[in-house]
């Protein structure tokens, strides 16, 4: 029987394992989880009052013609959370409504043509700028900042206000440090080359379907993406919490004779010999495999292969790739009070603060985390540093939105790595996976196959198919 052996459970680990445990059965897989938890970053912690807090991602993205975001919607009705969904439509103010830091003020962004020729942030000479910047001629280096590229297109501010703002949402970084290939399609296919006006109007009516709506997985259940079309849904939740997602993976694989999940349980070294790879883990075991998956960060994985086994550039190429580190901090106050605009919460760009990356507006009408039930109100803090050397984080952070009277009555911070999209990423992601496959070793993960929930799911239970499909016949249905 095929073994395959996964590093690390975040959800692209667990979605790979998940596919493989459940419709790979002449396959053996064995996933190795250092921490006593599987799911990584999407956790869905509850205070002492009771109230539910995401200390990742908060929802979902809806992309209709994306292959990734109908299969993840999929999934949940496979997993028997169909009923559990919760749709946010255009008309949410968390959906519709986006919020940022301008002159120390928390300011709406515009929504609209209308809205934006009343942005009374932007002075008319730059308001005109930005017009024009949609009829200039482009043609920007492929490995152009995303600060840069906003700039000489439409002006300082816009760069310094709006795309800065959203990549530290996103990136937790300055869009200085960000190529644009890598991290926003819709700039690259729009800004980078032609005339932007031009580009646009040729999309209208006309988009690009290069990843179609229904995914090539199956089962696909199509009732989730038709629900989320016909309302016009942008980002979906769960009733309880998108952890509940893992749980239910969890349930599966654990139920499944050819799944084992090592919790608490680390891989120390992978050796390998001909096409045969062995990880020897830190309970002291040694297992060998005919593929290994890896989802943890290059930098780690580096540190895992034996030199004496893996080409030398290998070793090389991952330990170029780098990441940022995230801060957040969750708030429940003693009452609820809520800030005086709905929306998703706000946004802080580099030149505003270069500690606070935004605010997300937990508990506003039940938007975010529907669950509330009187509690205090809960607030997610992002920031670049730990709250043990920001010791005004918080009051720093709410009082932008709140008056100075309300308390707070329970915090916890968590952290995260979120790969850099850098200009290093662009020009050797492809190489050190084609390099990683040609020695076994598959590479997944948020640096590999994107940042969003959809595409950690999909591109991983898509990497564990190919791969069964791939073995001959004999070796697939060998036992």
């Not at 300011?107 to 017009?131: C, H, I």
């Not at 703002?165 to 990136?171: A, K, P, Q």
């Not at 926003?184 to 005339?195: D, N, P, Q, W």
């Not at 009733?239 to 120390?268: F, Q």
Request: net charge neutral; aromatic share 10%; proline share 5%.
């Amino acid at each position: 029987m095929p073994k395959v052996g996964i590093i690390g459970a975040g959800i692209s680990g667990l979605s790979a394992t998940y596919r493989l445990a459940r419709y790979c059965p002449k396959h053996h897989v064995h996933l190795y989880e250092s921490s006593s938890t599987t799911g990584g970053w999407i956790k869905t912690m509850k205070t002492p009052s009771g109230g539910l807090f995401e200390t990742g991602p908060h929802s979902v993205r809806v992309a209709t013609n994306l292959q990734s975001s109908a299969y993840a919607l999929s999934l949940m009705t496979e997993l028997g959370l169909e009923n559990d969904i919760i749709l946010r439509t255009a008309k949410d103010p968390a959906a519709r409504f986006r919020f940022a830091m301008f002159d120390g003020q928390v300011t709406r962004l515009p929504y609209s043509l209308p809205s934006a020729l009343l942005f009374n942030k932007l002075t008319w000479a730059e308001k005109v700028q930005m017009g024009l910047g949609l009829f200039k001629k482009q043609n920007h280096p492929r490995d152009v900042s995303l600060y840069n590229l906003i700039k000489k297109t439409f002006g300082q501010k816009p760069a310094d206000y709006f795309i800065d703002s959203m990549t530290r949402g996103i990136y937790a970084t300055s869009s200085k440090n960000l190529t644009v290939p890598n991290t926003l399609a819709a700039v690259e296919k729009y800004f980078m080359t032609g005339i932007p006006a031009l580009n646009i109007l040729k999309s209208i009516g006309n988009t690009d379907y290069t990843f179609p709506a229904k995914p090539f997985l199956e089962p696909y259940f199509s009732q989730p993406m038709d629900s989320a079309k016909s309302s016009k849904a942008k980002v979906w939740s769960l009733k309880n919490g998108l952890e509940d997602m893992i749980l239910k993976m969890n349930e599966e694989i654990d139920r499944a004779e050819n799944a084992t999940v090592h919790v608490n349980t680390s891989a120390e070294l992978i050796r390998k010999e001909g096409k045969h790879l062995t990880i020897a883990d830190s309970n002291g075991e040694e297992k060998s495999f005919n593929q290994i998956f890896a989802t943890s960060s290059p930098k780690i994985l580096s540190t895992l292969l034996h030199p004496d086994d893996f080409p030398q550039e290998l070793f090389e190429l991952l330990e170029g790739f780098e990441s940022t580190n995230v801060y957040v901090t969750l708030v429940e106050l003693k009452n609820m009070i809520l800030p005086k605009n709905p929306g998703f919460g706000f946004l802080v760009p580099s030149c505003e603060n270069p500690d606070i990356l935004g605010v997300i507006y937990d508990s506003w009408d039940g938007i975010n985390m529907p669950e509330h039930d009187g509690r205090g109100a809960r607030y997610t803090i992002m920031s670049t540093r730990p709250q043990k050397e920001l010791p005004n984080l918080v009051q720093d952070a709410l009082g932008a939105i709140l008056d100075d009277s309300f308390q707070v009555s329970w915090t916890h911070q968590v952290t995260a790595d979120i790969p850099l999209m850098n200009k290093y990423h662009l020009e050797n992601s492809e190489k050190v996976q084609q390099l990683a496959q040609e020695n076994g070793i598959k590479l997944l993960g948020n640096t590999f196959t994107g940042v969003s929930v959809n595409d950690c799911i999909y591109y991983s239970a898509l990497a564990a198919q190919n791969y069964s499909n791939s073995l001959d016949y004999r070796e697939r249905f060998s036992q």
